[in-house]
DNA sequence: TCACTTTGTTAATGAGCGTTAACGCATTCC
DNA sequence: GGAATGCGTTAACGCTCATTAACAAAGTGA
C-alpha cells in the first residue's frame, strides 16, 4: 500500500471539494464559483484545469467506479479459493470505502444520470462488474441462492452499507471502528438471512 | 381502509408526476414546463396549484414524512405489547411504502436539503420520531443493542429497504411477493446479526 | 343576464449560472 | 534576455428557468 505523502495537487484539491459540495447540495445545486472559491480561486479559474463543470462529475463517478472495481478484483484474487473470506475481505473494503468516502458513496448512486452517455455507459459497466464479483462470491457462500435472489440482496447490502452519510455526522456514532464492526455483522447477517 | 374511487385531483396528479420526475432527475434537474407537460398545462399554469416549485417538494416530503409517521404509530399500536410482531409489522409497512412508492422513497433522503428551513425541520422532525420508534422496538426485540447502535441499525436497515430503486426497473425482479419476503428476511437477518 | 371564480393561456421579466474572452504575471527553458 | 507556458484574474455573453403579468374562456349562482 503506497501512502502519499505529498502535495495534493490542484487538481486532486478540486475534485476533493467538488465531490464534497455535489453530496451536500446535488450537481446542480453548486455553482462553478462555489467550487472554485473551495479551493481559493474564482470560478472561471477551474477551466484551466477542466473541460466544465460535467467533466469533474464524470471524472468522480468514473474514478469511484474503477476504484471499487480494482479492489474488488483485487480481494477476490487475494482470498481466490475460500467464498467466505473473500466476502468478508469485500465487506470490509466497502465499508472502508463508505466510512471513508462519504460524499463519493453519495454521489455513486445519486448523479449518475447527470453523466454524458458515453461516461454513464462506462460508469454503469463498472458498476456492474462490480455488483457480478459479488453475486458469484455471495453464491458460492450461499448456494441456495437463485441469481435474481442474489443480485438483489447484494445490491439490498449496498443499501446498507452505503447508509453511513445518513448515521450522524460525528458525536452520535460510536466509533469508527465499532460502526465498521456493526455494519460487517450486519451485512453478514442479511445475506444469511436472504437464503431461507 | 378506506380506498379511494374518485379521480385524482389535478393537486395530486400534479404531485405525483412531480415526484416521479424529481425523483429521476433531481430537483434542479427538472423545470416547471415539465411538470406542467406531464399532466397536461403548462408551466406557469401550475402555480394557480402551488405557490411556487419549492411548495411541490415541501409537500411531498411532509406528506412522505407523515405518512411513515402516522403508518408507525398505527402499527405500534395495533400489536402493542408483542415487540416481535410490531417489528414485523413495521417491517413490512416499510417495505409496503418502498416498493409502491419508489420516487418518493428517493426524494425522502436525496432532496432534503432543497427545503426551507422551516419545511426542513418539520420533516426532519418528523424522520426522527418514525425513527424513534423504530430503535424503541428493535431494543426491546434485542436488548443487548445499546441505544446508538440500534439506532445505527435502524438507518442501516432503512438504507436496505429503501434500496428498491435500485432493484432493476421490472423484468428482473422476482416479482413483487418474493422480493418483498427477501427484503423482510434481509433486514431480521441484519438487526439479529447487529446484537453480537 | 351578469358578475365572479376557477383554471388555463402566452408573453415578458429578471436572476442565476456555465462558459468564453481578454488580459496579467510568474516561472521555465533555450 | 526573451519567448513560451502555466495559472490566475475580471468582465461579458448567452441561455435556462422560476416567476409574474395580462388576458381568455368556461362554469356557477343570484
Keep these: 500500500m503506497a501512502t502519499r505523502t505529498?502535495?495534493?495537487?490542484?487538481?486532486?484539491?478540486?475534485?476533493?471539494?467538488?465531490?464534497?459540495?455535489?453530496?451536500?447540495?446535488?450537481?446542480?445545486?453548486?455553482?462553478?464559483?462555489?467550487?472554485?472559491?473551495?479551493?481559493?480561486?474564482?470560478?472561471?479559474?477551474?477551466?484551466?484545469?477542466?473541460?466544465?463543470?460535467?467533466?469533474?462529475?464524470?471524472?468522480?463517478?468514473?474514478?469511484?467506479?474503477?476504484?471499487?472495481?480494482?479492489?474488488?478484483?483485487?480481494?477476490?484474487?487475494?482470498?481466490?479459493?475460500?467464498?467466505?473470506?473473500?466476502l468478508d475481505s469485500l465487506i470490509e473494503g466497502h465499508i472502508d470505502f463508505a466510512l471513508d468516502d462519504r460524499p463519493l458513496i453519495t454521489l455513486h448512486d445519486r448523479e449518475l444520470d447527470r453523466l454524458r452517455d458515453s461516461d454513464r455507459k462506462l460508469v454503469r459497466q463498472l458498476q456492474r462488474q462490480y455488483v457480478e464479483i459479488w453475486v458469484g462470491v455471495v453464491r458460492e457462500v450461499h448456494p441456495e441462492l437463485s441469481e435474481p435472489a442474489a443480485r438483489s440482496a447484494v445490491h439490498s447490502v449496498f443499501g446498507l452499507l452505503n447508509s453511513t452519510p445518513h448515521l450522524g455526522r460525528a458525536g452520535s456514532l460510536p466509533g469508527r471502528g465499532a460502526t465498521a464492526a456493526l455494519l460487517h455483522r450486519m451485512a453478514k447477517g442479511a445475506f444469511a438471512a436472504a437464503g431461507a
Tied chains: 1, 2.
Excluded: C, N, W
Excluded at 505529498?6 to 459540495?21: G, N, S
Excluded at 446535488?26 to 484551466?48: K, M, N, Q, T
Design 6 to 86: 505529498d502535495a495534493p495537487t490542484r487538481r486532486e484539491q478540486i475534485l476533493k471539494e467538488a465531490a464534497r459540495l455535489f453530496a451536500e447540495r446535488g450537481f446542480h445545486g453548486v455553482g462553478v464559483d462555489e467550487i472554485g472559491a473551495a479551493v481559493g480561486i474564482s470560478g472561471p479559474g477551474l477551466y484551466r484545469h477542466f473541460a466544465g463543470k460535467d467533466a469533474m462529475l464524470a471524472e468522480l463517478l468514473v474514478g469511484i467506479s474503477g476504484q471499487l472495481l480494482t479492489g474488488g478484483k483485487r480481494r477476490l484474487a487475494e482470498s481466490a479459493g475460500d467464498p467466505e473470506k473473500v
